[in-house]
């Protein structure tokens, strides 16, 4: 029946046979066929950075082919080391390709640039030559490689390094520990497995850091680098310290259908431990310094500069700088005498990432309170420790320029009298002053006290005791103390002008008791002198908390009227005592 077929029937089995066979090959290719059409011998080096006395690989490569018989060429100007053989396949699109390769270790002896000829093997009955190779050699010393030390026991074509940004650092400088990717071969995706303990060490992980690629040759070799984990450190002691090992995981890809498959193949990797030498700051620090380690600048802004001693000046300092925050103190201020500080606020504080640093910013408001007129003149710095050169550094503003005017309640200082210079002392003024010494005049006069002394207790034992008084007469008043009659306690309606009253007295009781001038009406210099005057602390101290009682009521608006009573009789209570003890 197939005989006397028609002829177009006969030819539409042909072409359908034909179109068969071909999506067969097409689908199911002939490796041999494959692997004689595309065959090559090829020579190269694992890097392109040679340098005199490091170790780098020279490799020829046949493939789709078995070789044998391979010869290498002359190696003149270097070291070899053995030849090592290795044979591959790999699949790519459904076709195969196969690979033999003969890999030497070379050293180079000396610069310059040279010439590897080409070396032959056989295959498929031929002989086959290498391409020759140009390679330049250079010195050691204009060599870029890194200065990465390998982890033990690592893998020459993927590891992991921890660096530190410096060698050494000072107690409270901010460093940045940086955990690094060095790889020859495809990377899909990491882990951080295991971060170290930084003994004795404040740190806080960054988010904004460089994550690109960038190329190093270490050894001789040329690997991509890339920053998987940075941190800023900040130092809390001096010393040496070294930082453990970190633990990560890559997924490293691997070829042809094994790779499409299985996926990448899980590795981990360890750094080595890093050493750090950290640095005690210099002693004999300045008395402003605020503990700050770095770079720092700032700002100062006052809200006047016309007031009157009734006033309150207020200045609001802006701080901003890369140290540790923790370590950073208020700033203190040097006024003028005729100032009185109280201790700053803190209106806002922040820690924020910048491309490379971790920051810190702080704003304080300190109030300043005038106690005499004039124009007095505020020269304000700010100390810090400047890593750049390494020493305390103060940074000056421009002289802030305040006219203070005479408010409602201030009182002028009594002038002081001129003093004339003292003369010159003779020798005739030494002697007079040697004759009008008191001490000459009590060793002298030691003699007769002590026969004195002597009648008076004989006298004293002759004499018959008195019986004591059934009623004795009362004290006599203090007419010196100005709390005594003073003052009636005020109607509750305005204890802003109570506290203002009594604030007011007590000043003037201690202005004629201590003998003080009005610059002088401070905390500091008013508890400095009561206790050289024989004062007990816990006197100086109910009276200072009297004085804070009084300043809140008349300058900050916190006048509590059912303390009145209380206070003015604290105040009588400690001014009584002050006038036995001094």
């Given amino acids: 029946m197939g005989h006397n077929c028609p002829r177009t029937y006969r030819l539409f089995l042909q072409y359908a046979l034909y179109t068969w066979a071909g999506a067969f090959f097409l689908l199911f290719p002939n490796p041999k066929l494959q692997a004689q059409s595309g065959i090559s011998f090829e020579a190269s080096v694992n890097t392109k950075e040679i340098v005199v006395g490091v170790p780098f690989e020279l490799s020829f490569t046949l493939k789709n082919a078995e070789g044998s018989r391979f010869t290498p060429p002359p190696l003149n100007g270097f070291k070899r080391g053995g030849i090592s053989e290795m044979r591959g396949m790999s699949f790519n699109n459904g076709r195969s390709s196969s690979s033999q390769s003969w890999t030497m270790e070379l050293i ?86 295991e971060l170290p ?26 690997y991509a680098v890339r920053t998987l984990h940075e941190e800023a450190v900040f130092p809390q002691e001096g010393g040496e310290f070294t930082i453990p090992p970190a633990r990560v995981s890559v997924g490293i890809e691997q070829p042809g259908a094994q790779g499409f498959l299985f996926g990448p193949k899980p590795v981990t990797l360890e750094t080595q431990p890093i050493s750090l030498k950290v640095k005690d700051l ?76 971790i920051l810190h910013r702080k704003k304080f408001e300190y109030v300043l309170l005038p106690k005499d007129t004039g124009v007095q003149a505020l020269n ?64 002298l006069a030691l003699p007769f006290l002590a026969l004195g002394f002597i009648v008076f207790l004989k006298k004293r034992k002759n004499q018959p005791t008195p019986p004591a008084p059934s009623n004795p007469p009362p004290a006599p008043s203090n007419p010196s103390n100005p709390f005594t009659p003073f003052p009636k306690l005020p109607d509750t309606s305005d204890p802003v002008g109570f506290y203002n009253t009594l604030f007011h007295a007590l000043q003037d009781w201690l202005a004629a008791k201590l003998k003080l001038q009005p610059a002088q009406m401070n905390e500091a210099d008013v508890s400095r002198v009561l206790q050289q005057r024989g004062a007990t602390p816990i006197r100086v101290q109910a009276l200072m908390s009297v004085w804070q009682l009084c300043e809140q009521a008349i300058y900050g608006g916190h006048a509590p009227a059912e303390e009145m009573e209380s206070t003015l009789m604290l105040t009588r209570q400690v001014v009584d005592a002050l006038e036995k003890e001094i």
Avoid at 399 to 425: E, T, W
């Fill in 108 to 193: 180079a002896s000396k610069p310059g640039t040279f010439v590897i000829g080409s070396a032959t093997v056989s295959a498929n009955g031929k002989q086959l030559s290498s391409n020759p190779l140009t390679i330049q050699v250079i010195p050691l010393s204009a060599s870029s490689k890194g200065q990465v030390n390998v982890p033990p026991g690592a893998d020459g074509k993927v590891f992991v390094a921890a660096e530190f940004d410096r060698k050494e650092a000072w107690v409270g400088q901010q460093l940045t520990w940086r955990i690094r990717l060095y790889t020859q071969v495809s990377v899909e995706g990491y882990d951080l497995l």
């Fill in 197 to 222: 303990d930084f003994e004795k060490c404040f740190t806080r992980e960054k988010v904004r850091y460089d994550k690109r690629v960038e190329y190093l040759t270490i050894k001789g070799k040329k």
């Fill in 282 to 357: 210099p002693q004999l620090a300045p008395t402003l310094f605020t503990g700050g380690v770095g770079r720092y600048e700032w700002t100062v802004q006052a809200d006047t500069t016309l007031l009157t001693t009734d006033d309150a000046l207020t200045l609001v300092l802006e701080v901003s700088g890369n140290g540790d925050s923790r370590r950073f103190a208020a700033p203190k201020l040097q006024v003028p005498p005729a100032f009185e500080v109280f201790e700053p606020r803190i209106l806002e504080e922040e820690e924020y990432e910048s491309e490379t640093e």
């Fill in 380 to 443: 304000l710095s700010l100390s810090f420790f400047d890593t750049d050169s390494n020493q305390y550094r103060e940074l000056r503003m421009t002289p802030i320029q305040v006219q203070v005017n005479a408010g409602k309640n201030f009182k002028s200082p009594a002038p002081l009298p001129p003093q004339a210079p003292p003369p010159a002392d003779t020798f005739s003024d030494k002697i007079s002053a040697w004759l009008q010494s008191p001490l000459l005049w009590s060793i």
